[in-house]
């Protein structure tokens, strides 16, 4: 067993010392794959990568750890990933209310260049949509983008994760993108 599924098994068990050691173990991780999605954000991102962490990770051990229960380290990863795009999701709505600048845009006077990555609250949202969809047409190949897009995990980590060959994985992934794809092309024209 990996050191932190066995910190996972003493937080069920009630360690009081295994959150930190489950963090220790994990935190750097985290921030990269925190890092990956904040940067995709927008050009001014509201929501730094530390932060993103620290409010997965809070909403995983938070309430009540002992509750929690994760079979391995790719199970705690999977329900991170799920956490972090929740939050981002969230935050996505909030920024399109009214009252926090709703329609517009800001423009930034010293950015000459705009990554060509970036995701937008309406693009966030149109994602998590179709997201939605696939679950309840192909729950594992929405799993696998989760773990690809919001884990950021490869495709062959993600699909290891899942029980995936490699070229399983990318069948998988390339599907699910021609899906998704097709699904916002769709629910933009509406």
């Known amino acids: 067993m990996s050191d932190v599924t066995l910190a996972l098994l003493a937080i069920e068990q009630g360690d009081p010392r295994a959150a930190d050691r489950l963090l220790s173990l994990i935190y750097q991780e985290l921030r990269a794959l925190a890092a990956s999605k904040v940067a995709r954000e927008t050009a001014t991102p509201t929501l730094q990568a530390t932060s993103l962490v620290h409010d997965a990770y809070l909403r995983l051990l938070g309430a009540d750890p ?7 380290r790719g199970h705690f990863f999977a329900a991170a990933s799920e956490a972090m795009r929740r939050i981002l999701i969230e935050n ?11 329609g517009r845009q800001r423009i930034e006077l010293l950015d000459d260049a705009v990554m060509a990555d970036e995701e ?10 179709a ?3 696939l ?49 916002i092309e769709q629910g933009q024209g509406n």
């Open 92 to 102: 996505a709505r909030r920024k399109k209310r009214i009252r926090h600048g709703g």
């Open 66 to 72: 002992q509750k929690q229960h994760w079979d391995s």
């Open 131 to 133: 997201l939605a969809s």
């Open 135 to 183: 679950a309840a047409e192909d729950p594992q190949a929405e799993q696998l983008v989760k773990l690809r897009f919001f884990g950021g995990l490869s495709i062959e980590q993600a699909g290891e994760l899942l029980g995936f060959s490699r070229a399983a994985a990318y069948r998988q992934w390339n599907y699910a993108r021609a899906w998704l794809r097709c699904r």
């Open 120 to 129: 937008s609250p309406d693009q966030l949202l149109a994602l998590n949509d």
